[in-house]
């Protein structure tokens, strides 16, 4: 079946400081990918929209320049989150839409100390 | 009244207990309908995915879709341990570069 990697699946970084994560499509090519985070005993919180070769769409409330998606392949996104500090601490996941369904990667745990 | 309704739960049940999880959505639009099922500090695995209304099975899983009173169900037969999880039900209706609708998730234990 389809698969999305997310890499790293752990990071610690310090307060200030960028971090990149990255989602993968494996075997499909994915025009759309989703950002979401998600805090702990809690739902799933779409963040933003990447669409392949342009800009990505931002949910409201979510800070596009603290946010950086790019999607520059049909197999590959980003976010990069920029100055980042304790309150970004979070569990990012990724997901592509392959067909009409949406596979997840692993997730991502962030922790800014 | 939110677009997809799911009892957050907790559900706990004995082993072998048949489970019943359902959502409730308010869009008439929806026509993809699917189960994720999430372990903890795991991203969402896709679980069952059904097309408009019916039945579809798969193993111990059963999903089913009633689009006239915009009703969605996943039944676990002989549930185990191991399908202790937070199960999302998430909707789309197609279109586009959509994101899926989800439910907030019913955590479920199932006790040895």
């Known amino acids: 079946g389809a698969v999305v990697s997310q890499h790293p699946s752990r990071v610690i970084c310090k307060s200030g400081t960028s971090v990149k994560i990255e989602c993968r499509s494996l075997?499909?090519?994915?025009?759309?990918m989703f950002w979401y985070r998600q805090f702990p005993k809690q739902s799933l919180m779409l963040m933003a929209t990447?669409?392949?070769?342009?800009?990505?769409?931002?949910e409201q409330g979510v800070e596009k320049d603290k946010f950086l998606i790019n999607h520059a392949s049909l197999t590959l996104s980003t976010l990069t989150v920029t100055s980042a500090h304790p309150e970004d601490s979070s569990f990012y996941i990724c997901?592509?839409?392959?067909?009409?369904?949406?596979?997840f990667g692993e997730g991502s745990w962030l922790t800014v100390v | 009244q939110k677009e997809v309704e799911q009892d957050p739960g907790p559900l706990s049940v004995p082993e072998g207990a048949i489970v019943s999880l359902n959502c409730t959505y308010s869009n008439s639009a929806f026509q993809y309908f699917m189960w994720y099922r999430q372990y903890s500090r795991k991203g969402p695995e896709l679980l069952m995915y059904?097309?408009?209304?019916g039945n579809k099975e798969d193993g111990r899983f059963t999903a089913q879709v009633d689009k006239s009173s915009k009703y969605i169900s996943l039944f676990i037969r002989d549930s185990q341990p191991s399908d202790s999880a937070t199960y999302l039900c998430a909707m789309s209706d197609g279109s586009g570069n959509t994101p899926l609708v989800f439910g907030k998730g019913t955590r479920l234990s199932v006790i040895a």
């Open positions: 997901s592509a839409r392959g067909g009409n369904t949406i596979y």
């Open positions: 990447s669409n392949e070769g342009s800009k990505a769409t931002y």
């Open positions: 059904t097309y408009s209304s």
């Open positions: 075997d499909f090519q994915a025009t759309t």
